[in-house]
Every structure is written in C-alpha cells, then in structure tokens.
C-alpha cells in the first residue's frame, strides 16, 4: 500500500505556531517507523501550510491516510478525511484529540485509534491492506524498555517542507495532572523510559545538529526519576554525538546541580517550565503542587539553571478564576525580573479529555462550541470560555497588548545579552536569541490580525506601560547578581 500520515493545523492561527522553528511531528516519525517495509510511507506537514495538502493526498495514488490532531487541528483533519473518503481512500485518526472525542472523529473517518498505537500499528496497517479495518481500536500504554517502542524514523521529510531541528523522546507520561493538560490522560500517569541505548542509537542518526526532546517532563518529580535521567545524561556525555538541545521539565530541577550541570555538559541549552502563575491559589486550582509548594522559591530555582549554563523558558497561562485583565501585564513584568529568559503568555485553553474541560462543560462556561468548526479557536490564542473577573474580549485584548508590544519594541538582543551574563555561555545565549526572535515574529504575524479584530492599537495606558517594561527591563535585575 502507499500510505499518507498528515499533521493538520488550524487555518485561524496558520503561521502563528510555526513562523519560528519548524519541528517535526514526533508521533508521525514514530508510526512510520513501525511500518512494515513492503509498504511506501509519505508525510504532508501542514506547518509549512494548507494550500496543497487535500490535491496531494487525493492525486498521489495513496491507499491509506492517516491523521494526527490536536484539538485546534481537528475541524481541518475532518476536511481532509471528509476530501479522501469521497476519492475511496481509507482514512484512519488518531492523537489526543481522536482519544477524547472518538465518536465525533467516527463520523469523519473510517477508523478511530484512542490512545497510542505503537504496537498495533503494523495490525492496523494489515487490517486497512485486507479491508478488515475497525471502527474504533483501543491502544495501550507500552512498557518501552521491555518492547524497545518509542523511536522515531529521524531520516523522515516532509513532502511539503523542510524541518529545522530534531525530535526525539526519551519517555512517556506525567505523574503531576495539571487540570488543563491531556497528557496525563493520554500518556498515563507513570513515566514510561525508553532503553538508554536505544535512545543513544536514535541520538547519533538525528540528521540535525539540534534536537527538540519532546518529553513532557523530562526530569520527572522525585529521586527515582532524577536518577534515570542523571544516568542518561552520562551515557549522552560518554557515547552522543555532540548535540545541543532543549526540553521540557518541572520546576524542581532548578535545585539539583548535579543533574543541571550535567544536562548542559550534554548539550542542554534551556528547559521549558510551566510556572502558569504567580497567583497560589491559582496554582491549587491547576493542581500544579510542585509549583505551589515552591513559590516563594521561583527565583532560587531560576538562578540553578543559570548557574549551570541553562536558559529558562517559562511558561505563563492567564485566564484563571483569580485573574483580570491587569494579570497579563503584571505575569509578564514577573516573569521578566525573575530572570526568565524566554517568557511565553498564553490564553488558558480548556482542551476536551481535561478535567478543565469536564467543569467548564458541566458549569455552562463554555462559548466556543459549534463543534466541530469551532474546535479552530482553541488555539491558546483565543479565550473560548467565560472567565470570572473579566469579559473573553477583556482578556483577549490584554494579551493583544502583550503581542503588539513584543513585536514593536527592540527587546530581542538584549533579552539575549542578559542571558549571557547569567549563564556565561555564548550557545546558551544565542538559543535565546533566536527563540525570542521567534517569539518577536509570532507577534508580528498574530498583531494584525488582533488589531483587524478588535479595531485599534493598543493605548498608552498604565497597563499597556506596564507591558512595555516588560520587553525593556533586562539590565535592572542584574544588580544583586553583579
């Protein structure tokens, strides 16, 4: 057969998510991995747009097409199944939004995967060649080291476009369960490792000199977790190519210096963290205990990183009960005197298969909800439910002020040399650089169409001051350091 994987986008955001790095679709690398070889393989990434996609898949003599999704890529993965159905091409779904709305994803596709699908994948494939394929498969959580899964086909293009960096995963699941995250649900609870040496070999082939490591926490919560990782970070040391990388932890690893100087000896360059908030209560809402218990501490874990030559990507949600519209000014300005490098604001997204999601349904909170049209606007970008303290349009117009001042002001290199000054590493700050300097076209890509749609530039109130600061406070904070 000649199959098709796809990773679709939302059309209202196009270029929004992917006008920085292109990064490849873990997921779809990893299910072509798996595909027997008497069968031919093609990937169409929709981050390097939508335009040509449905003439591909409909005029290219494909057998079989499947499709992953988020929530926000969900109603154009039903345009496109909806396209190849009427040209008798099977079409199969999968991803976290398929596991949370299967039903829904049925009524668009042939077959319906929920949850992950590493070790039936070839079954599927069998059952599409002999025209046996199910309604709905139910996946499983895979012991990884025992069955060796989780390795994705790193010499996989685009047929559309060209990636810039590497995936790769090291481990699956999360034990923390913030309530807006689908992970946890998705991927289980336990963190699931893949076998060192199999990461060691999957390392040395990645065709990039930079990897994005994919883990949702790649440091884990406790002392067993922090050993596994110690460990692999030795074997990288000792046998990985020279790579530099970034990932995605919690907050405690900002008081481990081992397991920190050896992430950068291995190449790390900056670790995403969700700090969400500075508000505790706030935190007790998300579930985000680690945080919680740490508050008071952000700024001592945040200078661990830094010591050890690590850049801080911090990221901060607004919308919750607590907040009003002058939270994203206030986050923003924080997170900034705090020390974070790479700051990223966005909208709280109550996403289906969360326990967000189930509250916000049962309270009668939720606005955007014309499914499946409407899955488009979850997009972090968009406020889709009724906040507390303010109006959808309040909070939406402050974090238009934070995109509009981003993408005005001349913050990017500067942002860069404190980094530099914090963690005397030049690779550390040129990762910032060119991070910020994606984050500063995002915001030039986005601003037009918020001002187009709320019908003004953003006024020089206190608020909007405030903002501003934000971007230009990068020197001040480095007196009681230097």
């Known amino acids: 057969m000649?199959?098709?994987?796809?990773?679709?986008?939302?059309?209202?955001?196009?270029?929004?998510?992917?006008?920085?790095?292109?990064?490849?679709?873990?997921?779809?690398?990893?299910?072509?991995?798996?595909?027997?070889?008497?069968?031919?393989?093609?990937?169409?990434?929709?981050?390097?747009?939508?335009?040509?996609?449905?003439?591909?898949?409909?005029?290219?003599?494909?057998?079989?097409?499947?499709?992953?999704s988020y929530t926000s890529g969900a109603t154009r993965a039903y345009e496109i199944a909806d396209a190849c159905r009427e040209k008798g091409i099977k079409t199969i779904m999968g991803g976290p939004h398929?596991?949370?709305?299967?039903?829904?994803?049925?009524?668009?596709?042939?077959?319906?995967?929920?949850?992950?699908?590493?070790?039936?994948?070839?079954?599927?494939?069998?059952?599409?060649?002999?025209?046996?394929?199910?309604?709905?498969?139910?996946?499983?959580?895979?012991?990884?080291?025992?069955?060796?899964?989780?390795?994705?086909?790193?010499?996989?293009?685009?047929?559309?476009?060209?990636?810039?960096?590497?995936?790769?995963?090291?481990?699956?699941?999360?034990?923390?369960?913030?309530?807006?995250?689908?992970?946890?649900?998705?991927?289980?609870?336990?963190?699931?490792?893949?076998?060192?040496?199999?990461?060691?070999?999957?390392?040395n082939r990645t065709p990039k000199p930079f990897i994005f490591v994919v883990d949702d926490n790649f440091f884990g919560v406790g002392p067993k977790h922090a050993a596994w990782a110690k460990e692999l970070l030795r074997a990288l040391i000792k046998y990985g190519k020279k790579?530099?990388?970034?990932?995605?932890?919690?907050?405690?690893?900002?008081?481990?210096?081992?397991?920190?100087?050896?992430?950068?000896?291995?190449?790390?360059?900056?670790?995403?963290?969700?700090?969400?908030?500075?508000n505790a209560e706030t935190l007790k809402d998300y579930h985000k205990g680690i945080n919680r218990n740490n508050l008071s501490r952000y700024k001592e874990m945040v200078d661990g990183f830094h010591r050890a030559g690590i850049s801080v990507f911090g990221g901060f949600i607004i919308g919750a009960d607590q907040d009003t519209p002058q939270t994203v000014a206030d986050t923003s300005l924080a997170a900034v005197q705090l020390g974070i490098d790479i700051v990223q604001v966005t909208n709280l997204t109550p996403l289906p298969g969360t326990k967000m999601y189930d509250r916000y349904l049962a309270e009668g909170r939720l606005v955007a909800t014309n499914y499946p049209e409407d899955w488009e606007r979850y997009t972090f970008t968009e406020t889709v439910y009724r906040p507390k303290n303010m109006t959808a349009r309040?909070?939406?117009?402050?974090?238009?002020?934070?995109?509009?001042?981003?993408?005005?002001?001349?913050?990017?290199?500067?942002?860069?040399?404190?980094?530099?000054?914090?963690?005397?590493?030049?690779?550390?700050?040129?990762?910032?650089?060119?991070?910020?300097?994606?984050?500063?076209?995002m915001a030039k890509v986005q601003a037009?169409?918020?001002?187009?749609?709320?019908?003004?530039?953003?006024?020089?109130?206190?608020r909007f001051r405030k903002v501003q600061n934000s971007f230009n406070m990068h020197f001040k904070t480095l007196a009681p350091q230097f």
Request: hydrophobic residues 35%.
């Open 2 to 68: 000649r199959i098709a994987l796809v990773n679709p986008v939302s059309r209202r955001s196009e270029g929004y998510h992917t006008v920085g790095s292109f990064i490849p679709q873990l997921g779809l690398q990893v299910l072509a991995n798996r595909v027997p070889a008497q069968h031919q393989v093609e990937l169409i990434d929709e981050v390097f747009g939508t335009k040509k996609t449905i003439e591909m898949l409909t005029t290219r003599g494909y057998d079989f097409v499947g499709v992953t």
């Open 394 to 441: 309040e909070l939406d117009e402050a974090i238009y002020e934070l995109r509009w001042a981003a993408s005005r002001e001349n913050w990017v290199i500067k942002r860069a040399i404190r980094t530099l000054l914090h963690t005397r590493s030049l690779t550390t700050a040129l990762f910032v650089h060119g991070m910020n300097q994606g984050w500063k076209r």
């Open 243 to 278: 790579r530099l990388w970034f990932s995605q932890t919690t907050l405690n690893m900002g008081e481990d210096d081992e397991g920190l100087q050896l992430a950068y000896k291995a190449g790390c360059r900056g670790m995403l963290i969700g700090f969400e908030t500075f």
């Open 448 to 462: 037009p169409r918020d001002q187009s749609r709320f019908g003004f530039t953003p006024p020089a109130s206190e």
């Open 98 to 203: 398929a596991s949370a709305c299967p039903d829904e994803a049925g009524k668009h596709f042939d077959s319906v995967i929920v949850g992950e699908c590493d070790e039936q994948w070839p079954d599927i494939i069998g059952d599409a060649e002999s025209n046996r394929l199910q309604a709905r498969y139910q996946g499983r959580w895979p012991d990884l080291e025992a069955t060796g899964l989780g390795a994705g086909k790193q010499n996989f293009i685009a047929l559309n476009g060209k990636y810039d960096v590497s995936a790769l995963q090291t481990s699956r699941g999360c034990p923390v369960g913030c309530e807006y995250c689908s992970v946890t649900e998705f991927n289980g609870a336990n963190i699931r490792r893949r076998r060192i040496p199999d990461i060691i070999e999957e390392w």
